[in-house]
């Protein structure tokens, strides 16, 4: 089992920066790639950024230059730095885990407002 607890979700105005965390626990071993993704009422759950064991990362085209994700291996965490936010940035951010032999982890969510 990998359970996964975010935090660092706020309201900003547009052009302000927030850092979300991930800390993981439990069977991090198995866990290969984790990664952000986000979600407003009524649609699809969308990716953000993942990044791999390997360090390697992947962004969305819409947030590619303005958000870093990143891990912390000694603490078990993900962050996903946001700069220069839009208030179409705004949603509820979901930390995920791709984990081997098993399904997907997920996260509790945690909210971003952006303002204009």
């Known amino acids: 089992q990998v359970q996964l607890v975010e935090s660092g979700g706020g309201l900003v105005q547009a052009g302000g920066s927030l850092r979300l965390s991930c800390a993981a626990s439990?069977?991090?071993?198995?866990?290969?790639?984790m990664g952000w993704y986000r979600q407003a009422p009524g649609k699809q759950r969308e990716l953000v950024a993942l990044?791999?064991?390997?360090?390697?990362?992947n962004y969305a085209d819409s947030v590619k230059g303005r958000f870093t994700i990143s891990r912390d291996n000694t603490k078990n965490t993900v962050y996903l730095q946001m700069n220069s936010l839009k208030p179409e940035d705004t949603d509820v951010y979901y930390c995920n885990a791709l984990i081997a032999g098993r399904g997907p982890a997920w996260g509790q969510g945690t909210q971003v407002i952006v303002s204009s």
């Open positions: 439990g069977s991090i071993s198995s866990i290969y790639v």
């Open positions: 990044i791999a064991t390997s360090g390697s990362t």
